[in-house]
């Protein structure tokens, strides 16, 4: 836990394309710790648009960003073309060295990855690109959120409180967190078990894996671009 009286400077990164819960899910808790700042940025102060529509306005640009002690990296379809924007890599590189934690959720993940961030960590992110972690020297786990010393991931979209929570339970303490969760009335009680490969009817599961398919593939065309120029040989991904 850090210190109450060490002011936090908290911000996330906004990408065109990105999953909006992806950043909004999170923003909901890292918005309500105590002694803290929390802002978004992105490459312009152009609106960036979410991958069903909606609008977000960045508060600053990269540039204008100071170091940081918290980087959250959110994902989404949006995140191929930033795997090969040096300039947003770049940026995130350099705010991962001085900053007390970098925090990914979904395909934010692939992201850190690109930018060098995850080899021989333990990492996780959306179970449709699971398989790919292994192509940035990321050690693949299986679960919700996953916590390797100044590095915290959360797997696909809705994962990104719970890690959240865990983030802000490690920065403030357990009872901040559980007071910001209470606040949420964060008590999920899903419709249906099919939430994950593994509870998810086998039918289901099918058709949301072809629906998928062709940006599944382009990703995985991507990480062997970016494990070719990190240097990476790992195994050939299953399908």
């Given at each position: ?6 002011h936090?400077?908290?911000g ?32 312009t ?7 069903k ?19 959250h990296?959110p ?31 979904c ?6 990855g690109?930018a ?21 020297g990321?050690i ?29 339970a ?14 949420m ?19 289901i ?26 240097g ?6 299953a399908?």
């Open positions: 836990m850090i210190p109450s009286d060490k936090l400077t908290i996330s990164l906004l990408f065109d394309g990105i999953d909006q819960i992806d950043f909004t899910g999170p923003f909901e808790v890292f918005s309500r710790l105590p002694n803290s700042t929390f802002r978004s940025y992105a490459k102060l152009d609106p960036v648009t979410d991958m529509g909606l609008r977000i306005l960045p508060d600053a640009t990269l540039d204008e960003a100071g170091q940081l002690d918290i980087v990296v994902g989404g379809f949006g995140q191929e073309g930033v795997m090969e924007d040096e300039a947003i890599l770049g940026w995130l590189r350099r705010q991962a060295e001085g900053a007390t934690l970098v925090y990914s959720v395909t934010g993940a692939l992201v850190c690109a060098g961030l995850l080899k021989g960590r333990r990492s996780t992110t959306h179970w449709a690109s699971f398989h790919l972690l292994p192509w940035f990321a693949p786990v299986d679960e919700r959120v996953v916590i390797d010393g100044a590095f915290a991931s959360a797997a696909g979209v809705t994962a990104g409180i719970d890690g959240a929570l865990r983030v802000a490690l920065l403030r303490g357990d009872a901040v967190a559980q007071s910001i969760q209470l606040y009335q964060y008590a999920p009680e899903p419709p249906f078990e099919a939430g994950t490969p593994a509870t998810a009817p086998a039918a599961l099918d058709a949301m894996r072809g629906s998928i398919a062709g940006m599944t593939a382009q990703r995985a065309a991507t990480a062997r671009r970016v494990a070719e120029r990190l990476i040989e790992p195994p050939e991904p399908a």
